[in-house]
């Protein structure tokens, strides 16, 4: 018995891609044969999902696509230093069950007018019913083939059934015999897949294709690692309220790691010191570096027109491509900013600075009853504040249709991942709203096309106001 991996995803994957494994086993051509994938949460006893996947049809493999299972323990963070719901680390054990024969070779031979059988040591008892399969399909003894029952065992490795010896035609014909219930033999976890990790990012069907994780996993020297998130390395800029809640794959490095923000007015860093495979960073107003090079909080303010940042260590040497951000300062004629959650799990944002719509629409439903009025004097008379036409639900709905002020082409290409994100919210004052966006299409503009670009979107927010009826 053995089993060999043939694929499987990397350690660190896209928990919305296909996570598929798969395996092969000497014993898949094995009656009633299926491999067993058993997922836990990493290094417990914890188990979150087990299949038993039959072989594929073409070349016997098992094969198994986790994807919508480990989904379902992946969500979102927002200003957190460790970003535990973005990420989750489970062991993947591949184990396998076939119906567990015993196979003969021998002569088959005659005890007191019944079929004797020689073979592998079995477990059979008196009374056991049992099923023989010949390996000519009972060709040549039709009557040896099926359903029997075990009338006396001579030892560990010969047993006699209630075949009649009369029906055997020839003796030489090899079998195999089970148990007539096909029972199985399981064995679980012949192959472990430990300290595996899936986060709550998707990349294209294109981008798929080429998806490493050394990309992602800061862990040597290089100014050519990403942060987990799509987010422009130039041309995307933030006006002075928004936030950036950016997630770092620093792999469990807590030693002499920073994250350095640099300002027109100052220069912050954030140490590293999560000793899990993520960490979460804000930049923007609201973060709250823990060493302050130069300048003051908040890292940025009306002075501010450029934010940039990178990994590196402390003799600064980079462990991460340079991100530049552009503080927009223009006057804001409204001070709405979508939040979202974009294709690799972090939480970025776009301001909408220019006119802004708020419309409602209102649902109501509403039964005709009968007006009892009252007697006075004899006469039948009603006061004029009693309900006929009655309302007994009111729901209310608002929409906010909201414009951005001109953009480049990167945050163009950028504004996609707001308009498709399944978490969106809307910051009113200092309040983080949950709504959604209800555009069902766009236009990706290019700079050779359009010179300015601008975009408009609508969003609801996704809980309705209560009536008092």
């Given at each position: 018995?053995?089993?060999?991996?043939?694929?499987?995803?990397?350690d660190?994957?896209?928990?919305?891609?296909?996570?598929?494994?798969?395996?092969?086993?000497?014993?898949?051509?094995?009656?009633?044969?299926?491999?067993?994938?058993?997922?836990?949460?990493?290094?417990?006893?914890?188990?979150?999902?087990?299949?038993?996947?039959?072989?594929r049809?073409?070349?016997?493999?098992?094969?198994?696509?986790?994807?919508?299972?480990?989904?379902?323990q992946?969500?979102?963070n927002?200003?957190?230093?460790?970003?535990?719901?973005?990420y989750y680390?489970?062991?993947?054990?591949?184990?396998?069950e076939?119906?567990?024969?015993?196979?003969?070779?021998?002569?088959?031979?005659?005890?007191?007018?019944?079929?004797?059988?020689?073979?592998?040591t079995?477990?059979?008892?008196?009374?056991?019913?049992?099923?023989?399969?010949?390996?000519?399909?009972?060709?040549?003894?039709?009557?040896?083939?099926?359903?029997?029952?075990?009338?006396?065992?001579?030892?560990?490795?010969?047993?006699t059934?209630?075949?009649?010896?009369?029906?055997v035609?020839?003796?030489?014909?090899?079998?195999?015999?089970?148990?007539?219930?096909?029972?199985?033999?399981?064995?679980?976890?012949?192959?472990?897949?430990?300290?595996?990790?899936?986060?709550?990012?998707?990349?294209?069907?294109?981008?798929?294709?080429?998806?490493?994780?050394?990309?992602?996993?800061?862990?040597?020297?290089?100014?050519?690692?990403?942060?987990?998130?799509?987010?422009?390395?130039?041309?995307?800029?933030?006006?002075?309220?928004?936030?950036?809640?950016?997630?770092?794959?620093?792999?469990?490095?807590?030693?002499?790691?920073?994250?350095?923000?640099?300002?027109?007015?100052?220069?912050?860093?954030?140490?590293?010191?999560?000793?899990n495979?993520m960490?979460?960073v804000?930049?923007?107003?609201?973060?709250?570096?823990?060493?302050?090079?130069?300048?003051?909080?908040?890292?940025?303010?009306?002075?501010?027109?450029?934010?940039?940042?990178?990994?590196?260590?402390?003799?600064f040497?980079?462990?991460?491509q340079?991100?530049?951000?552009?503080?927009?300062?223009?006057?804001?004629?409204?001070?709405?900013?979508v939040y979202?959650?974009?294709?690799?799990?972090?939480?970025?944002?776009?301001?909408?600075?220019?006119?802004?719509?708020?419309?409602?629409?209102?649902?109501?439903?509403?039964?005709?009853k009968?007006?009892?009025?009252?007697?006075?004097?004899?006469?039948?008379?009603?006061?004029?504040?009693?309900?006929?036409?009655t309302?007994?639900?009111?729901?209310?709905?608002?929409?906010?249709?909201?414009?951005?002020?001109?953009?480049?082409e990167?945050?163009?290409?950028?504004?996609?991942?707001?308009?498709?994100?399944?978490?969106?919210?809307?910051?009113?004052?200092?309040?983080?709203?949950?709504c959604?966006?209800?555009?069902?299409?766009?236009?990706?503009?290019?700079?050779?096309?359009?010179?300015?670009?601008?975009?408009?979107?609508?969003?609801k927010?996704?809980?309705?106001?209560?009536?008092?009826?």
């Amino acid at each position: 018995m053995a089993m060999t991996k043939i694929a499987e995803v990397y350690d660190f994957a896209p928990a919305y891609n296909p996570l598929m494994f798969i395996y092969n086993s000497t014993n898949k051509n094995k009656l009633g044969f299926k491999y067993i994938f058993q997922v836990y949460a990493s290094g417990t006893a914890t188990k979150i999902g087990e299949y038993k996947v039959l072989p594929r049809f073409s070349d016997g493999y098992g094969q198994i696509d986790l994807s919508k299972l480990l989904q379902s323990q992946v969500t979102f963070n927002i200003n957190v230093t460790n970003p535990s719901d973005c990420y989750y680390n489970y062991d993947v054990k591949i184990g396998e069950e076939y119906i567990q024969g015993v196979a003969y070779s021998s002569s088959l031979t005659n005890n007191a007018g019944f079929v004797k059988i020689t073979s592998a040591t079995h477990t059979f008892v008196v009374g056991d019913q049992v099923s023989i399969k010949q390996a000519d399909d009972g060709l040549a003894n039709p009557l040896i083939e099926g359903l029997f029952v075990v009338k006396s065992v001579q030892s560990s490795t010969q047993f006699t059934i209630s075949a009649l010896w009369s029906n055997v035609n020839n003796a030489t014909i090899d079998g195999n015999v089970y148990f007539a219930d096909n029972r199985k033999t399981q064995t679980l976890a012949i192959i472990t897949e430990s300290d595996k990790y899936v986060f709550n990012g998707v990349r294209s069907w294109v981008d798929y294709t080429t998806y490493n994780e050394n990309q992602y996993l800061i862990d040597t020297f290089s100014n050519t690692k990403l942060f987990v998130t799509d987010l422009p390395t130039t041309g995307f800029s933030i006006t002075p309220t928004q936030n950036l809640w950016l997630n770092v794959a620093n792999n469990f490095e807590t030693s002499d790691l920073y994250c350095v923000i640099y300002t027109n007015t100052g220069q912050f860093r954030y140490s590293i010191t999560n000793a899990n495979i993520m960490t979460q960073v804000c930049i923007g107003v609201d973060g709250n570096p823990d060493i302050i090079d130069a300048g003051a909080l908040p890292m940025v303010d009306e002075n501010t027109t450029s934010i940039s940042f990178q990994l590196v260590n402390d003799g600064f040497d980079e462990f991460s491509q340079y991100y530049n951000i552009d503080i927009d300062q223009r006057c804001r004629i409204n001070e709405y900013d979508v939040y979202f959650m974009d294709r690799m799990g972090s939480i970025a944002s776009f301001g909408f600075s220019l006119k802004s719509y708020e419309n409602g629409t209102i649902a109501r439903q509403t039964y005709n009853k009968v007006n009892e009025g009252f007697v006075s004097s004899q006469m039948w008379n009603y006061a004029t504040t009693e309900f006929g036409q009655t309302a007994y639900s009111i729901q209310l709905d608002k929409t906010f249709e909201l414009n951005t002020d001109w953009m480049s082409e990167e945050s163009n290409v950028y504004f996609e991942q707001l308009l498709t994100s399944p978490l969106t919210f809307v910051k009113f004052g200092d309040e983080y709203i949950s709504c959604q966006v209800t555009d069902s299409s766009f236009e990706v503009n290019r700079r050779r096309n359009k010179n300015l670009i601008r975009k408009t979107i609508t969003i609801k927010l996704a809980n309705q106001n209560t009536i008092n009826v």
